[in-house]
């Protein structure tokens, strides 16, 4: 376990998936408390595998996956209880591969390349249909609040 500065203060809390153990539902703990702060794995060699940003136990805030060459395989902003709005990720050679976007996690745009930068899929969210009704419906109820 160490505690390292990052651009933001206090200091963040950063231990090793190996010093957590699950607590309650979904959540991780750290000496049987609610982990906040990163938490981060390994490959065999000792290069990164992945980061998590943890609040209260829970994944919440930047999360990075890594190929094991040290590429960057996958980013996106953890939120509990929802998928992230845009999660992208990359190609072992370090050329994008994917960028999803979402909203209240209903898949708004997709777009997907070949190793070589070539656009291979391009997605919209269609209006009108049936998961853009979704949508909107969600919309509707998160803006009545817990209680609409």
């Known amino acids: 376990m160490e505690c390292t500065l990052s651009n933001e203060s206090p200091p963040v809390l950063r231990v090793s998936d190996e010093d957590l153990e699950p607590g309650e539902g979904d959540q991780m ?37 890594w190929h094991p060459n040290g590429q960057l395989s996958h980013e996106w902003i953890a939120q509990h209880g929802c998928g992230p709005d845009k999660l992208t990720t990359w190609h072992e050679n370090g050329v994008l591969a994917s960028v999803k976007r979402a909203e209240l996690g209903v898949e708004t745009e997709y777009n997907e390349w070949d190793e070589s930068g070539q656009l291979q899929v391009h997605r919209v969210l269609e209006p009108g249909s049936t998961l853009h009704t979704l949508l909107l419906q969600l919309r509707e109820r998160k803006a009545r609040g817990p209680a609409g």
């Open 29 to 65: 703990t750290l000496d049987g408390q609610p982990f906040t702060g990163v938490t981060y794995c390994t490959y065999p060699d000792g290069q990164l595998s992945y980061e998590l940003t943890m609040v209260n136990g829970l994944p919440k805030g930047l999360c990075r996956e």
